[in-house]
């Protein structure tokens, strides 16, 4: 089977079972017996299983570089609300017996940990290679992975012993597209880029004037000087480090405002004005007692003041 096709061939529609379904047995004996005893082992290979979350751990390369609490949240109020609407991939984990390890779905696994669900998944035996290479894939159709968050997977994939051209189907990306994300992930060092994190609005130019400038700085007292709160901003801050150039000045970034542990609405302040944007379903109506009732909650607010 070709690399391209890999998830192809891993995903197949099945329903879910009611309990894991045992390591495929690979010894069968002769004849027609044993033909529908393969068949039905390979049918129960295939299933949807439904995994304890605490029986499953991580598998292959880090690829995301940062965790965003917010996203999270939102996702385990989604799963908590809708349950788990699309299936992760496992393996079996090859040193423990009875454990999992993910293939990908990583942050749908730690939701519905944190939830106590169980885990809808399809399970296979996958090899490391077959793991690195399947989530590479898995990665290369993500759109919320940024360019150094898959630069850096494609420098694992290199340490690891992968020829270029598997990286390159890995994540369905040409050799000259390789090349540049190797050169921003071997001239940055990772202390620096995980200080940095997934800067989703610094794109592939702005990553290779960085690294292409930094030098033989020092990476981990770059790291130590970056004091921004979103990495966007602690990328402006290194990039004008290393360029000795002055940092813009960061944009005010939006205020979540929550009740019960849940945002209900977002503030921005933008030179003398104030906008706030209320997520309607969890806000459940306040916005709109907010406007009939403004007026007397800033009267009540002038009187405290005077």
Request: aromatic residues 6%; contains cysteine; positive net charge.
């Amino acid at each position: 089977m070709a690399r391209k096709d890999l998830l192809k061939g891993l995903m197949q529609p099945e329903e879910p079972s009611e309990a894991p379904a045992p390591r495929p047995q690979h010894r069968y004996s002769k004849g027609a017996i044993g033909a529908v005893s393969q068949s039905i082992a390979e049918l129960k290979r295939r299933a949807l299983e439904e995994i304890p979350a605490d029986l499953i751990d991580n598998g292959g390369l880090r690829d995301r570089l940062g965790e965003d609490p917010e996203e999270f949240e939102r996702l385990k109020a989604s799963l908590a609300e809708y349950g788990q609407q699309v299936p992760v991939l496992l393996r079996f984990d090859p040193n423990y017996e009875g454990r999992y390890q993910v293939v990908y779905g990583r942050r749908r696994v730690a939701a519905l940990k944190a939830l106590g669900m169980r885990v809808k998944a399809m399970v296979r035996d996958i090899n490391d290679r077959d793991l690195i290479v399947a989530q590479g894939q898995e990665n290369a159709v993500r759109r919320d992975l940024t360019f150094i968050e898959k630069a850096n997977f494609a420098r694992q994939m290199v340490a690891q012993g992968f020829e270029r051209k598997v990286v390159c189907d890995a994540l369905n990306i040409d050799k000259t597209v390789i090349s540049r994300m190797l050169q921003v992930a071997e001239a940055v060092p990772l202390p620096l880029i995980t200080a940095i994190g997934p800067a989703p609005a610094a794109g592939r130019d702005r990553w290779l004037k960085l690294a292409q400038r930094i030098g033989d700085r020092d990476a981990k007292a770059l790291a130590g000087q970056l004091t921004a709160e979103s990495s966007d901003a602690r990328f402006e801050e290194a990039f004008a480090l290393v360029t000795d150039t002055p940092a813009p000045v960061a944009k005010p970034q939006p205020r979540a405002l929550k009740s019960g542990g849940r945002t209900i609405a977002t503030a921005k302040k933008a030179g003398t004005k104030t906008t706030l944007t209320f997520d309607a379903k969890a806000a459940e109506g306040f916005e709109d007692w907010l406007i009939e009732n403004i007026a007397e909650i800033h009267r009540d607010w002038k009187a405290r003041g005077e």
